[in-house]
């Protein structure tokens, strides 16, 4: 990234057929775990996939980087509530990876109403000689056994194992949209539109609800939670993003339920670009602290913004994903797609920041060199070890030749989801169905 921006290769990508790809299949979240071994991915199936790192082998140096298939499980099922007359997606909104801590790994995943903690680990020994059980596992007659044996560990092929460990439910009425582990590593929070609920990790039955912003008369609604994070190293800060485009930033020892914020993040609006959609637009869809904990950076439809935790009354920084399309809000607004929700995400050193767009396009932002590159993740440009070119949208007036018209985007191609190896330049990037993976170049 600090060479060249734009010269970035495919390593690998996790293509499913297109011929058979169903609305189930359509991934909808992406996440590395802290070492950046193992990533995974949900969908709307309710599925995830979890993909482990390739070791580095003498003989084949350029495979280290390679990401295959590790664990594949069933994390959550459509379920229907008989009370309200609603259907539960079964849908994955979001997976959080908790720091590992012996062999095994863990992991939270959510869908609407229901946060599970799974155990991924790996076997490849099987205990045989029992006592009291035969080899099939029956119980058997105590006073059948006349010896004592030793029971011994004999070596199986690998299997690795996904276990549910816990369930949080019944704590939500509305939609969960995000959950966060805290720095402390035993509690958690789950964000709906109204609520945030703060868990332990042990204790499934109890939650404690931490903001609630649901007016007393609903039709006084003005506002809802979009997002929320813990700060990476202080356990008792917290943000959460509003659909109004503020940031609140609420300290859990100054009071049980943070109502009261402790700082407020808004960018007052420009009159001269007061339109029916301004509200829209300035929803923030996502939220993230940096590693370092001193910035936050928001992303509603248009831009992407840095704020500095000391200043609240504007970013530090702000950037035009595709301010091409602020002529076509109206169409956008037509078919839905303005209520699109696009992430965002730092590398590992705060320096360049990652997000998603149309046509399958996704643009990067150094933040140092203040240079900025739009790259296409499609299945044309997959081979192994193709360079990606940096793509260009022209708007109005003549078209250069690798140059697409502003007219000519694909809306249906969207990349919402995106993750960034926690300390090298790997990226995850979801688009549809697919699963692309992408490093530096290597000399």
């Known amino acids: 990234m600090d060479e060249e921006i734009d010269t970035r290769k495919i390593n690998s990508s996790f293509l499913r057929d297109h011929n058979y790809a169903t609305e189930a299949d359509i991934i909808s979240t992406v996440e590395f775990n802290s070492t950046g071994e193992l990533l995974a991915t949900g969908d709307k199936g309710g599925r995830v996939v979890v993909f482990q790192r390739e070791q580095e082998s003498k003989n084949q140096p350029h495979r280290r980087g390679e990401y295959n298939v590790y664990s594949t499980f069933q994390s959550h099922e459509p379920e229907f509530d008989y009370l309200k007359s609603l259907e ?37 020994k099987r205990p045989e000689g029992y006592n009291l059980k035969d080899d099939d596992g029956r119980v058997l007659d105590p006073t059948t056994i006349t010896a004592l044996r030793v029971p011994v560990l004999r070596p199986v092929d690998l299997m690795v194992e996904a276990t549910p460990r816990r369930v949080f439910s019944n704590a939500h009425t509305y939609h969960i949209n995000s959950i966060s582990v805290n720095s402390d590593n035993e509690t958690y929070m789950s964000t709906d539109d109204l609520r945030i609920n703060l868990w332990n990790l042990e204790i499934t039955n109890r939650s404690f609800n931490i903001v609630d912003i649901k007016p007393a008369n609903m039709e006084e609604l003005t506002e809802v939670i979009t997002a929320a994070e813990f700060h990476p190293n202080q356990c008792n800060t917290f943000i959460y993003s509003s659909s109004k485009g503020s940031i609140r930033l609420c300290d859990m020892r100054a009071a049980a339920l943070c109502d009261n914020h402790c700082k407020f993040f808004e960018e007052p609006e420009d009159p001269s670009n007061r339109s029916f959609f301004s509200e829209i637009i300035s929803s923030i869809s996502d939220v993230k602290f940096s590693h370092s904990g001193r910035y936050l950076m928001t992303r509603d439809y248009l831009t992407v913004k840095v704020w500095d935790l000391n200043m609240e009354y504007k970013p530090l920084e702000t950037y035009q994903v595709h301010e091409y399309l602020r002529s076509k809000l109206c169409s956008l607004y037509e078919n839905d797609c303005i209520f699109d929700k696009f992430e965002c995400v730092w590398n590992g050193t705060d320096s360049v920041l990652m997000t998603g767009s149309y046509n399958n396009f996704f643009r990067m932002f150094d933040r140092n060199t203040k240079r900025d590159v739009t790259l296409e993740a499609s299945r044309e440009n997959s081979k192994p070890r193709a360079i990606l070119k940096p793509r260009k949208v022209c708007v109005g007036g003549k078209r250069r030749k690798d140059e697409i018209s502003v007219d000519s985007l694909d809306l249906s191609k969207k990349i919402l989801h995106t993750a960034w190896h926690p300390s090298e330049n790997i990226i995850a990037v979801a688009a549809t169905n697919n699963l692309y993976i992408f490093q530096d170049k290597v000399n």
């Open 88 to 124: 539960i997606e079964e849908k994955i909104n979001k997976i959080r990876w908790l720091p590992q801590q012996n062999a095994a790994y863990f992991l939270l995943s959510t869908n609407d109403k229901t946060v599970k903690l799974w155990k991924i680990s790996e076997r490849d």
